[in-house]
């Protein structure tokens, strides 16, 4: 069993007492996020660092867990700002750096994630480490044009499923009741070659 | 005298006591403490062997360049400091909740401390300026109380010492120096505490029987971890613009690069996107305040 002692739910922090030993726990609640400490502690992480008491019993680590996170959610008023988040990109360290251009390569260009990748490598452009070595920079950019590339392959594909569109006459049931079998036939054949009329002849002749 | 007198005369001397302590001045008392701390310093070099007086003097030469007071904070601690450009203790906090929440700041003290309530109030009250004491602790290196915030304010000593009055205690305020009523443990604080040009002698004291066994790259983690610490009190105004650089473990700070990485492909998790969200704000904000992060291998 498991009681909770004092948290800070806005950042999912907690106290908690499991068999008479006390633990602090925090996000991400990995193994390296739980830390025992003594009783007198407690008392630190309440009047010196603004812990609140609060009280609950759970039955598992998972449960408890559970519980904070849903405090957390609730605490927090505003939603996360996505644009802030990606922006961070822009100033990430060198070996930030390094580590997303490994995992765009190894990770995102063989699950073919192109608009991850571009969004990622688009940023990465603004940040002053990516600015002042080259070599990063020249990676970068190849890198960015492969994924775009891929990007556009992809909206080629996307754009080829126009092809199993129903025929015509079907999509448009009034053509040739208003135009004729001639205009249906015309305008297949314009779906089909693009543009098959002379444009432009008289200026030309 | 009558007996109504007599009585009048007691509650006098009764509230005298109390304004008398209520008037301690912590400043005053940390000078009071200097001689005292000179020759137990002395004594202590002294009395050492030359291998030891040497450990010692290194030790206490360290703290005088690198000693600094250190603020460990959770994310959303550290963006209301960032934001508000001050850092509020624990009752200007009440008094900002009590506006807000229409209930006395007292209540809202009693709330957030709970079993603990009666000892803050007994302690703060006990100096003049008590109510605007500002905690922390010393820092030479290292992420501090990182288990009640994985922030370490580490605060540049040359500005913190320009504009305010920096006083020092041999362990925390709460748990070392009150009696069990609750009050101040006047004569065990007095003889514990430190001016900050003091400050490495009453470290070099506390640590002089440990620094023999350990080496200097473990001597940040003992000045400061969440069990053992020379409390920092600072009266006056903490600021960002007071910041050195902020300190981060090594895991945190890299887990935090890589959830901006997968917010790109939409699969962080709510409460992930959440933590990532603060942290990008403290990181433009600190960028734009000129203050660096400096990570540290996790223990």
Redesign the interface.
């Given at each position: 069993m498991l009681d909770l002692k004092?948290a800070?739910w806005?950042?999912?922090?907690a106290i908690v007492e499991e068999g008479g030993s006390l633990f602090?726990i925090?996000?991400?609640y990995r193994r390296?996020n739980k830390?025992s400490?003594?009783a007198?502690?407690y008392?630190?992480?309440?009047?010196?660092?603004?812990?609140?008491?609060v009280s609950g019993s759970f039955e598992d680590w998972g449960s408890l867990i559970e519980h904070l996170?849903r405090k957390?959610?609730e605490a927090?008023k505003e939603p996360?700002?996505?644009a802030?988040?990606?922006?961070?990109?822009e100033?990430?360290?060198k070996?930030?750096v390094a580590?997303?251009l490994d995992?765009i390569e190894h990770e995102?260009f063989p699950s073919r994630?192109w608009r991850?990748?571009a969004?990622?490598l688009t940023h990465l452009l603004r940040n002053p480490v990516v600015k002042r070595d080259s070599d990063v920079l020249d990676r970068v950019s190849f890198l960015l044009e492969k994924a775009e590339d891929g990007r556009a392959n992809e909206d080629f594909a996307k754009a080829g499923l126009a092809d199993t569109a129903p025929p015509l006459e079907e999509e448009f049931a009034l053509v040739k009741r208003l135009y004729g079998s001639k205009a249906l036939e015309l305008g297949e054949q314009i779906r089909r070659e693009g543009q098959v009329l002379r444009m432009g002849s008289s200026l030309a002749a | 005298m009558s007996r109504g007198a007599g009585a009048w005369c007691r509650s006098r001397r009764r509230k005298t006591a109390i304004m008398r302590l209520a008037n301690m001045n912590f400043a005053q008392t940390c000078r009071a403490n200097a001689a005292q701390l000179e020759r137990s310093f002395e004594e202590a070099i002294g009395a050492a062997d030359t291998a030891t007086s040497s450990t010692l003097m290194r030790f206490a030469e360290r703290i005088v360049r690198e000693g600094c007071v250190g603020i460990n904070m959770r994310p959303m601690v550290l963006l209301d400091f960032l934001n508000r450009d001050c850092l509020l203790n624990i009752h200007e906090w009440a008094e900002r909740v009590s506006a807000r929440a229409g209930k006395p700041s007292v209540e809202v003290l009693r709330e957030k401390l709970g079993p603990y309530f009666e000892r803050r109030m007994a302690f703060d009250r006990h100096f003049d300026r008590g109510l605007e004491f500002r905690y922390g602790a010393l820092n030479i290196g290292g992420l501090g109380a990182k288990r009640f915030g994985e922030y370490c304010l580490v605060f540049n000593h040359g500005r913190i010492a320009a504009r305010c009055t920096v006083g020092w205690l041999k362990g925390d305020s709460l748990n070392h120096y009150m009696t069990d009523e609750p009050r101040v443990d006047e004569a065990k604080l007095c003889a514990d505490c430190a001016s900050d040009d003091h400050k490495h002698m009453l470290a070099t004291l506390k640590h002089a029987s440990e620094l023999v066994t350990r080496r200097p790259d473990y001597w940040p983690r003992m000045v400061c971890r969440e069990d053992c610490y020379i409390e920092a009190i600072v009266e006056g105004s903490l600021k960002p613009d007071s910041l050195g650089y902020v300190r981060i473990g090594k895991l945190d700070f890299d887990l935090y690069w890589e959830y901006a990485f997968i917010e790109f492909t939409g699969k962080l998790s709510e409460l992930d996107r959440y933590r990532v969200d603060a942290f990008a704000a403290i990181d433009e904000r600190l960028q734009a305040a000129g203050v660096s992060w400096e990570t540290v291998e996790d223990a």
């Open positions: 004092a800070a806005e950042d999912g922090y602090t925090r996000p991400p390296e830390h400490i003594a007198f502690e008392a630190s992480g309440v009047a010196k660092y603004g812990l609140m008491p996170r957390f959610l927090r996360p700002d996505a802030r988040i990606k922006k961070l990109v100033r990430a360290p070996d930030a580590t997303y995992r995102l994630q991850a990748a969004g990622i | -």
